[in-house]
């Protein structure tokens, strides 16, 4: 293999610093969007258009270039844990969660990346540099969350960077710093795995027996992601693909396949120049063979 | 234990905090829980983000460079077997159609002044990467052997480089496939093992219409062979690729453009190995249908690339197949 893609975070310089990361345990997102705000503020995001969708109170919509943090809104008429939603005859629940990108152990968008403009930093994360950026675009349908997009403005990609420029000065990024329910918890990750593990038990053990969690497996299909969540529900119920896998493992295939089909190419060539395939006729002068 | 939920007591002395667990407290009035299957998507929102890439310079690069490799190619056979018109004809069609790939790529970015910085590092998981390197190798040489072909100088070098341009071109005219399958979009991501095939096929096609188009028709013998090689190629790939892809394959079964360009293909090659023997309007029509058809390929196989990273239950229903296949052997 010309490659092997297990190695992308163990040969990274980290400078001793530990892979850092989020958890966001949605049980207690309140949906007040203060992340979005904090995260738009502190990384001057230009505005992403103001409409009004519809969809719960979400008017954010999705990750895009101009959103790096993203409130979901779901109504569901289910039970949640044994609460009594006083609604009427009706079952209730409106789950929030706080989306954000998910700095993937294996991550698409950087192995695509033809200018070396994303870069893997010495905590993790995956941050593009704007400057380096030539806005072709691959990253964004390299990404299998569609986190990532290409800024109309500055006509380069823009992601959350989990707050790179804070980080040195010892300050969480905007987005955590300012949940008011610490949804949001940012710190090493190994230690948030762990907290996320007990968490779920005690989630789970308080009557929400959906709740699981979403990214946390270092052998899922991205090698986990250093922003992994506690969700209630299945993963496509927040907008979150089921069972992501980062796109490159096949790459090795496809270059083969395409090594067989280059050269077939050529052999098609040739065959129909100094072959008698086909209606084989002509080409009078100098056939060789 | 601390809860969130609300009090009508007004009591406070329980601080929510983050061990609050919600739906711990109080006591559901028994009712039925319908058994609803979960949503498919968050208010049908897809879950990837749409390619920011244009249809007319990415498709359209798609052609014309499969048109520039595979020309190259046939090049430099036509000149080893002595159709010095053909290879003429064909190295100076590389040549435009490099020029027009060149284009396209450099338009599409957001930043075309950074062009350059692609050259910055080479790297073996980006096709993008990789396909800019083909290219700066493939150019010069695709170039010199279309400008000694023309001036009459430098027969030798002239000759090597379109052998070079031959090689190099054969890589410009597939590694596209790579470049669009190493990607989270459905259709073209499942699609990888037969999209290099099919874009052989579509490219040798469009490289032999252009042969038909413009070379005479006591040289066109291999242009001809080509075209009905490609087009054959083209179709029985896109076939192959559509039945493999499941639901996945959908947008593409449904392409109106991949059917236009298939039924043009064939067409063209058909009517260029018959009636383009000897007529050079039918074989001048012929090779502008497989150009046709070559296009409508690449268009149609792009068009429904996007319509598949555009609804989520091409995301989403294979990753839970995937999910469900996984628990099932597990236990
Ligand atoms: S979630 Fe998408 S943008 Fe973020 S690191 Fe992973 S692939 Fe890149």
Redesign the interface.
């Known amino acids: 293999m010309a490659f092997d893609l297990d190695h992308s975070l163990a040969e990274q310089p980290t400078d001793g610093h530990r892979r850092v990361g989020f958890f966001t345990d949605t049980s207690i997102c309140i949906g007040c969007k203060a992340c979005e705000v904090a995260c738009k503020e502190w990384n001057d995001v230009p505005e992403d258009g103001l409409d009004f969708t519809g969809m719960s109170y979400d008017n954010t919509v999705g990750l895009s270039a101009d959103t790096w943090r993203h409130v979901a809104f779901i109504e569901q008429r289910r039970p949640l844990g044994h609460q009594e939603p006083g609604v009427g005859e009706m079952d209730f629940r409106w789950l929030m969660a706080s989306d954000v990108c998910k700095h993937c152990t294996h991550a698409a968008c950087l192995d695509v990346c033809p200018t070396g403009s994303l870069f893997r930093t010495e905590y993790g994360t995956v941050v593009v540099q704007e400057d380096v950026c030539n806005g072709c675009g691959y990253c964004v349908p390299a990404c299998p969350f569609g986190v990532i997009g290409k800024r109309e403005t500055t006509g380069v990609a823009a992601k959350c960077t989990m707050c790179y420029d804070r980080l040195p000065a010892g300050e969480q990024p905007a987005c955590a710093k300012t949940c008011p329910t610490d949804s949001i918890q940012f710190g090493d990750l190994d230690e948030l795995r762990e907290r996320a593990d007990r968490r779920l038990a005690q989630v789970r053990e308080a009557g929400m027996t959906s709740a699981r969690l979403y990214g946390h497996d270092p052998d899922d299909g991205v090698g986990g992601t250093g922003a992994f969540f506690l969700l209630l529900d299945e993963p496509e119920v927040y907008g979150l693909p089921p069972d992501p896998v980062v796109t490159t493992k096949d790459l090795p295939s496809m270059w083969r396949h395409v090594g067989v089909a280059a050269v077939a190419l050529l052999a098609g060539v040739a065959a129909a120049a100094w072959g008698r395939t086909g209606s084989g006729t002509t080409g009078p002068r100098g056939r060789i063979r | 234990m601390s809860q969130?939920?609300v009090r009508m007591d007004g009591s406070a002395e329980t601080r929510?905090?983050?061990?609050?667990?919600?739906?711990?407290?109080?006591?559901?009035?028994e009712?039925l829980?319908?058994q609803s299957s979960?949503?498919?998507?968050?208010?049908g929102?897809?879950?990837?983000?749409?390619?920011?890439?244009h249809a007319p310079d990415i498709a359209g690069y798609l052609f014309l460079g499969g048109l520039a490799?595979?020309s190259s190619?046939?090049a430099?056979?036509?000149e080893?077997?002595?159709?010095p018109t053909l290879a003429r004809v064909s190295k100076v069609g590389a040549l435009g159609a490099l020029g027009g790939s060149l284009y396209c790529l450099i338009h599409?970015?957001?930043?075309?002044e950074?062009?350059l910085?692609?050259l910055?590092?080479f790297?073996?998981?980006?096709?993008?990467?990789v396909g800019?390197w083909i290219l700066t190798a493939y150019g010069p040489q695709a170039g010199c052997a279309a400008a000694t072909d023309l001036s009459g100088r430098f027969p030798g070098l002239g000759r090597a480089a379109g052998v070079g341009a031959?090689?190099t071109g054969?890589?410009v005219?597939?590694?596209t496939?790579?470049l669009i399958?190493?990607?989270?979009?459905p259709a073209?991501?499942d699609g990888?093992?037969e999209?290099?095939?099919l874009?052989?096929g579509s490219?040798?096609a469009a490289?032999?219409g252009l042969g038909l188009l413009a070379a005479p028709?006591?040289?066109?013998?291999?242009?001809?062979?080509?075209a009905?090689?490609?087009a054959a190629?083209e179709c029985v790939a896109a076939t192959r690729m559509e039945r493999r892809l499941g639901p996945v394959g959908e947008p593409l079964r449904r392409s109106v453009l991949m059917r236009l360009g298939e039924a043009l293909s064939l067409a063209g090659a058909l009517a260029g190995?018959?009636m383009g023997?000897r007529s050079r309007v039918a074989a001048m029509a012929a090779g502008a249908a497989l150009l046709a058809g070559s296009a409508c390929t690449r268009f149609g196989v792009f068009r429904a690339g996007i319509e598949s990273?555009n609804d989520?239950k091409y995301?989403?229903q294979p990753?839970?197949r995937?999910?469900a296949k996984a628990r099932a052997e597990l236990t």
């Open positions: 969130t939920d929510a905090d983050r061990e609050a667990t919600p739906g711990s407290a109080g006591r559901r009035r009712r829980v319908p979960p949503a498919d998507s968050y208010y929102r897809p879950v990837l983000n749409e390619p920011p890439w490799g595979a190619a046939l430099a056979a036509a080893l077997t002595g159709r599409d970015l957001g930043r075309p950074r062009f910085n692609m910055r590092v790297k073996v998981t980006s096709p993008m990467s800019t031959a090689v054969a890589g005219a597939t590694y496939a790579a399958s190493d990607t989270a979009v073209w991501h990888y093992r999209l290099p095939f874009f052989a490219a040798a490289a032999g028709l006591d040289e066109a013998g291999p242009a001809r062979r080509l009905l090689l490609g190629v190995a018959s023997r990273a989520p995301t989403v990753q839970r995937r999910l």
